[in-house]
């Protein structure tokens, strides 16, 4: 029943009252006399058989319509279109929610706009949302979500601002975390924010109501982020400074295993979070903490170290059990065997786990008699079933040094017997150097090739050159040094020495065809028969038209000097023609020499028959001189 009609039903009840007053000017106006019959007839009937046509015709006692209505309508509240005022809560259905508001209708609101207050109840104020005071059937059309929606960023920077705790409405799952309705904006729970510890099935907070925390706002993008966690926290703050100060380094406590990572778990022991090391989990090597222990898993942990500013507890779980070392065999010493596997590589060695929390290190050295260091992976494998030697033992330390080479005889022991000098053996080639090859005969066995002994014939400026690394190489012993482990070793000497039979071949002033195969800033390599090579001086190269013969070229040379001893044959192309020249200029000398001697030869024969002639002459010029000089005087 609207407060309209109620109040019509009260001046229908007063009606009689206000009849005899009528009546009393009846007397002189006859007009209200008959007005008064009328509506004394209305006021007679029933509330149901009112006439309502007839009452709206009437001034209601005296009183204009229009004043009725304008006493009755400061009754009511005012209210504004687009305007938020708070209203009451007065009844509840399945599909809304009655409010009012003191006017003169109630508003209806549908029920999901209050999903994220399932705790609403009759007689709760709530803000509503003015959106239209009368619609067209005279219904007040209110609005809940927008009354929060216009209010809420006030509200949500209020509540950051005095560090409220506010209720919200998990919404739906995102990537992430959860969206929560606060006060009508969508804000972000970070998954990390829901609890302490990880939650690892969102789903079941979805369509929950919640305290929250606005921890962050970002006013340009209008983003809101909130924690469920802070105020976990923040009851969890005082809970953890009073189990802190309670705690003593070896203390055993129960706790409850909350995350596992690659580096270690971490324990809740009620109220506050401890760590174990992954060093910390077992005496013995493990690749991941999950090989000891599994989530939610209650377990006992005693206290290693703890920081009181930090809130940091360091846990140990190995610790409860007594250390391997100390279980370790009292009668095992130095020189025994043991057994055990391979459970860490690297390059300097291999641990070998004697027993669980039992690790000794055999060193890459220790592997093999070689002196030629190798990684310890050419030897070993994780996982590999190994025996070995006890080296060093040191109880307090704890530590072990492991050999294997040891189980095996040592090699150079017996070198003698098993490599003489001058003895022929096939070797692999394991390194070069500038000077040499470095050849294995067995493990444990290497010897030095050196880089003069490669080749009788062929002048080797590296290694590479004439042999590859892996390749077998055949050599003979020249020289054993046991004490430094040293082999000397040749490979030109399993060949008798060409330079010998060179020497009658090669002579000095002999001409042998070559191939020129390369230059260097002297001269020229020339490749000759037999595998041998000589050398040419870079002025030995030209060619008798003036020009420089080229790599690859064929040319005769002449042998302008043979040495045994340093292996060197020194060549030239320039000689031959030169000499064929010089030849040639000798004997068109030795020709002029001998016509001329022949000229010299007639000349003087002549003279000589002329000498004769001419004595004679002179002989007989002198007697007519004489007698001219007698007669003058």
């Known amino acids: 029943m609207t407060k309209e009609k109620q109040v019509i039903e009260e001046e229908i009840i007063e009606a009689p009252v ?48 229009e004043e009725i209505a304008a006493d009755y309508d400061k009754t009511l509240s005012t209210i504004m279109e687009g305007e938020v005022v708070d209203g009451t809560v007065v009844a509840i259905g399945k599909r809304e929610v009655i409010v009012n508001i003191g006017y003169k209708s109630e508003g209806v609101i549908s029920i999901n706009e209050f999903r994220y207050n399932p705790e609403l109840a009759v007689g709760d104020k709530v803000e509503v949302y003015v959106e239209t005071a009368e619609d067209k059937k005279g219904q007040l059309i209110l609005s809940h979500k927008k009354a929060r929606s216009f209010r809420s960023w006030d509200r949500v920077n209020e509540a950051c601002e005095k560090d409220e705790i506010v209720k919200g409405y998990i919404k739906c799952r995102t990537k992430g975390g959860m969206i929560v309705d606060v006060f009508g904006i969508e804000a972000f729970l970070p998954g990390s924010q829901i609890d302490v510890k990880p939650i690892r099935d969102y789903d079941v907070f979805v369509n929950k109501t919640m305290e929250f925390k606005i921890v962050k706002i970002n006013h340009e993008f209008r983003n809101v982020v909130v924690s469920h966690k802070a105020l976990i926290e923040a009851e ?12 003593e380094k070896g203390q055993v406590l129960e706790g409850t295993v909350k995350n596992i990572t690659s580096y270690g778990v971490f324990v809740d022991l009620g109220g506050v979070d401890g760590l174990i090391h992954i060093t910390d989990l077992s005496w013995g090597r493990i690749n991941h903490p999950e090989e000891v222990v599994k989530l939610d898993e209650k377990i006992n942990v005693v206290i290693l170290d703890f920081d009181d500013t930090k809130k940091r507890i360091a846990l140990g779980l190995k610790q409860l059990t007594p250390h391997p070392w100390d279980a370790l065999d009292p009668n095992l010493k130095v020189g025994d065997k043991v057994s055990g596997k391979v459970v860490v590589l690297a390059d300097y060695g291999a641990f070998v786990e004697i027993q669980p929390g039992v690790e000794g290190l055999i060193h890459v050295s220790e592997m093999s008699w070689s002196s030629h260091l190798r990684s310890a992976q050419d030897f070993l494998k994780v996982g590999d079933e190994v025996e070995a030697q006890i080296l060093t033992l040191d109880r307090e330390e704890r530590k072990m040094s492991l050999g294997i080479k040891q189980l095996k005889e ?87 020495n060409p330079w010998d039979v060179f020497e009658t071949v090669f002579t000095v002033g002999s001409i042998h065809e070559g191939t020129i195969v390369s230059f260097n800033d002297k001269g020229a390599t020339v490749a000759l028969e037999y595998g041998i090579e000589g050398f040419a001086p870079a002025k030995a190269l030209v060619k008798e038209d003036g020009t420089t013969a080229k790599a690859e070229e064929k040319l005769n040379f002449k042998v302008i000097e043979f040495n045994k001893s340093n292996k060197k044959i020194i060549l030239s192309h320039s000689r031959i023609w030169e000499d064929i020249k010089r030849e040639g200029e000798i004997k068109e000398k030795n020709e002029r020499n001998a016509e001329a001697e022949s000229t010299h030869k007639a000349v003087k024969k002549i003279k000589s028959n002329l000498e004769v002639t001419t004595l004679g002459d002179i002989s007989a010029l002198a007697d007519l001189k004489s007698k001219m000089e007698a007669n003058k005087e």
Do not use: C, M
Not at 238 to 245: C, T
Not at 452 to 469: G, Q, R
Not at 475 to 480: C, N, Q, R, S, W
């Open 18 to 65: 206000q009849k005899e007053t009528a009546a009393s000017f009846a007397e002189e106006e006859t007009p209200v006399v008959d007005t008064t019959k009328k509506r004394k007839s209305n006021a007679s009937v029933a509330p149901d058989k009112f006439d309502w046509d007839a009452f709206e015709r009437e001034t209601d006692y005296g009183r204009p319509k």
């Open 236 to 247: 969890l703050e005082a809970q953890k400074a009073d189990i802190i100060s309670k705690l």
């Open 410 to 496: 040592d090699p150079w022991a017996t070198i003698s017997e098993k490599y003489p000098v001058g003895s022929k053996h096939s070797a692999v080639v394991r390194n070069f150097t500038n000077f040499g090859v470095f050849v294995e005969l067995e493990e444990g066995v290497d010897g030095l090739v050196h880089i003069s002994d490669l080749s009788w014939t062929k002048k080797v400026k590296h290694p590479s050159e004439f042999t590859a690394i892996g390749e077998k190489l055949d050599v003979v012993v020249l020289e054993i040094d046991q004490e430094n482990r040293r082999l000397s070793l040749g490979h030109k000497q399993l060949e008798e």
